[in-house]
């Protein structure tokens, strides 16, 4: 049967669909986002398939910044648990796909040691730093994440896939101060060896939507609120790895003075014109829209043979924790939801969805 036996097959299908019962569904969005308060919204939250990430002794304390910062990664961390049980029924390109992608953890506890390293965190702020456990598909020991915590980044990552980067990164911001090139450097390293793994086991056309929101991130802010001219901006991008931007549309887009003038002009192009250009967070938000349509859809059409109903789950997962996030600070500080959560705005117009 290809990559699986018949009872691989059997087996991984079913895990797809227990990953898929694990995402919230519209009724759980309205009762949810119904909530009149925090506390109220912590409780429906507990009922829900997220309630192993919550602690019922700091759920008493009212959910101060602190709180929802510790929540976060604790829903975070149960996702990575989650994601790597399904390496029981996995063998192949798809297990390396899928420590791959949860590795983009381990990017984010590198960022973090990064920053404390050069970014200047005082002593209190680094004890509160928590990082991810990836267990033994980490890039690095858990140790050596609290060794970082304390401001010693050494050379713990030589021999590791960023050391050379690293290296090269760190070379250069000895010179300028600036992490920017640096966490760049490492970011193109995972997101490129995650695509190698992806042409392999299937997915590929994901990440190339994802890395279209990264790089039109990165251009509107590199050019309009940090100030970097094209030529220095065009080697921090991953346009490689984009399903829409190349050379020339960055060119044309590049010619305007404003980050206003950057949407008008992006609205303009081929393939641009379903999407909300009238700026970059409104942007970003159509984009990460139909990426849970095309998520939902792969769930509902793709065959378990391939990998790509695996790592749909995983990315609507993702979305659905920040949507979480989202509805918690809203109802912290009694705002509303308006339109800023992508999730529950996908799902109300395709009630069927799940």
């Not at 690095?140 to 915590?149: H, K, L, R």
């Not at 960055?250 to 609205?267: I, N, V």
């Not at 014109?273 to 349509?293: A, Q």
Request: proline share 3%; charged share 25%; net charge positive.
């Amino acid at each position: 049967m290809g990559i699986f036996s018949l009872c691989a097959y059997a087996a991984v299908n079913s895990r797809i669909h227990y990953a898929k019962s694990l995402l919230l569904d519209g009724n759980a969005w309205r009762s949810l986002n119904g909530t009149d308060s925090l506390p109220a919204a912590m409780g429906n939250l507990s009922s829900t398939a997220l309630g192993e990430g919550l602690t019922p002794e700091r759920s008493a304390e009212g959910g101060g910044t602190l709180f929802l910062r510790d929540l976060e990664h604790n829903l975070h961390q149960a996702l990575i648990k989650k994601t790597l049980s399904h390496l029981r029924f996995l063998s192949g390109a798809p297990a390396e796909s899928l420590v791959e992608l949860v590795r983009i953890y381990d990017l984010m506890n590198l960022k973090k040691a990064i920053r404390i390293e050069f970014g200047g965190y005082e002593r209190m702020g680094r004890l509160s730093v928590q990082f991810y456990d990836l267990g033994k598909y980490s890039i690095v020991s858990g140790e050596q994440w609290e060794e970082f915590a304390r401001g010693n980044i050494g050379r713990a990552l030589e021999g590791t896939c960023y050391g050379e980067d690293y290296r090269i990164g760190k070379n250069a911001l000895d010179e300028s101060g600036d992490i920017l090139r640096l966490e760049t450097l490492l970011e193109k390293r995972y997101f490129t060896t995650l695509g190698e793994k992806l042409k392999r086991s299937g997915g590929y056309e994901l990440l190339e939507r994802y890395m279209n929101e990264l790089t039109l991130m990165q251009m509107a802010r590199l050019r309009y609120h940090y100030k970097l001219e094209a030529p220095a901006i065009l080697p921090l991008l991953m346009m490689d790895l984009s399903a829409s931007f190349d050379e020339k549309l960055f060119t044309r887009l590049m010619e305007a003075p404003t980050e206003e003038e950057f949407f008008a002009a992006l609205s303009r192009e081929k393939g641009w014109s379903g999407i909300d250009c009238s700026g970059l967070t409104p942007c970003i938000r159509s984009l990460r829209r139909e990426m849970v349509r095309e998520c939902r859809k792969i769930l509902k059409t793709a065959s378990p043979m391939s990998f790509r109903p695996l790592l749909a789950c995983f990315i609507l997962k993702r979305q659905e924790l920040r949507d979480v996030i989202a509805i918690l600070q809203m109802k912290r500080f009694e705002r509303g939801a308006r339109d800023v959560l992508i999730t529950p705005q996908v799902l109300a117009k395709d009630q069927g969805a799940n």
